[in-house]
């Protein structure tokens, strides 16, 4: 968790399909987790780097996997937010509710990220990182 959370957020949504098998691993899963590890593995000399851009501007990405969850039919929430090309926070998660369509999902995932990127750009300012309001959701 603490790889997925605080260094790799590539691997935050293999990670969250796995946890959700913790009481009941089979064989599978210990085959999806052994991936995850030789994968890591290969990437030791990998990192997030910060400076690729000059810019100061919050960039964000999120998007929504309608109904991909086939057990319960929830879509799968996630965004990326980004300063100088270097990813500072990250989240993927279910949805709380299920979607009847896949607007419907993106339009979860979209509150969910402006949100997040209200919070941040503040967070900049009071820090003041930014001078005024730089923001850009994808």
């Not at 400076?51 to 990326?80: H, I, M, Q």
């Not at 997040?116 to 850009?136: F, G, P, Q, V």
Request: net charge neutral; charged share 15%.
């Amino acid at each position: 968790m603490y790889t997925m959370l605080c260094t790799q957020p590539n691997l935050a949504y293999p990670i969250s399909v796995l946890s959700q098998h913790m009481t009941n691993l089979n064989m599978e899963h210990w085959m999806a987790i052994k991936r995850i590890f030789q994968y890591l593995r290969g990437t030791l000399q990998m990192k997030l780097q910060f400076g690729a851009t000059p810019s100061k501007e919050v960039l964000g990405y999120c998007d929504a996997d309608w109904g991909g969850d086939f057990e319960n039919r929830r879509s799968t929430t996630g965004f990326v937010f980004m300063i100088g090309g270097g990813a500072i926070f990250w989240s993927s998660n279910l949805q709380p509710t299920i979607a009847l369509s896949t607007t419907e999902a993106e339009y979860m995932v979209n509150t969910q990220a402006i949100k997040e990127a209200i919070w941040i750009t503040k967070l900049m300012m009071d820090l003041r990182y930014m001078e005024e309001k730089k923001m850009m959701v994808i």
